[in-house]
């Protein structure tokens, strides 16, 4: 068997018991090389598609898409479209990635418990960065949401600004520093299905939530923090996006 025929069937079958096939595989240095690298590759290549999918992927995968769609400055005629094309990509692929419904089994989520659970999940990331955010990175990731923040100098230094999941949706959120600590601060579509109350607090945290023309306003820091004053100044300084 020539060089050709041994690697055209090896690529073929590598399994191949034939007489003549196992002869070429085994006798020849060459050949017994090239089988073993072929048998690696083969297995390299069953183990990644077997590969489990991570837990966090079908959030990720809304997010990336909602945060895609263009840009209506009129209207909520971009989150409409987001959330229909969310819709039939996720029940194409598994339905419980998203809640449909309210019932008891799948109740409405409470604001205050979300923004809570969140803050204090980044807290180890959020506590110490620093990422020097300039106002047209602010309003960058606020111009989904509809809004923008009139002056950086206004609110205070922003340290870190980027897109979360919030309660199956996406939102902005911001870190900002307050007069003690560090502040939260949310920007959730107003079409979020949550519970709603005007202000939350446990043993670490408490907040504010405010509603705006297309957006609910949710702050959260640490007890010392005058999280009250901190959403006035905040709320003042954003503005709808025209």
Known sequence: M??????????????????????ASTTNASNRQFMSEIKDFNHKLTHALHEPVPATLPDKLMLSHLLRQPDHSQGFGWRHLAIAASVTFVLGFATRFIPLTSGADNPIPSVATVAMNHVQLEMPFTHYVDEEVSL???????????????????VGKVYYANHCMFAGGPAAHLVIQGEHDRVHVFVVPADRALQLVNSFSDAHYHGEVIPMTLNRLVVVSELEEDVGKMASKIKASLERAI
């Not at 050709?4 to 096939?21: G, I, Q, T, V, W």
């Not at 047209?136 to 002056?151: D, E, I, M, Q, W």
């Open 2 to 23: 020539d060089d050709l025929e041994f690697r055209r069937r090896a690529y073929a079958d590598p399994n191949d018991k034939s007489s003549d096939f196992i002869s």
């Open 136 to 154: 047209s990175t602010v309003n960058a990731k606020l111009k989904p949401y509809g809004t923008r923040l009139s002056n950086v100098a206004d």
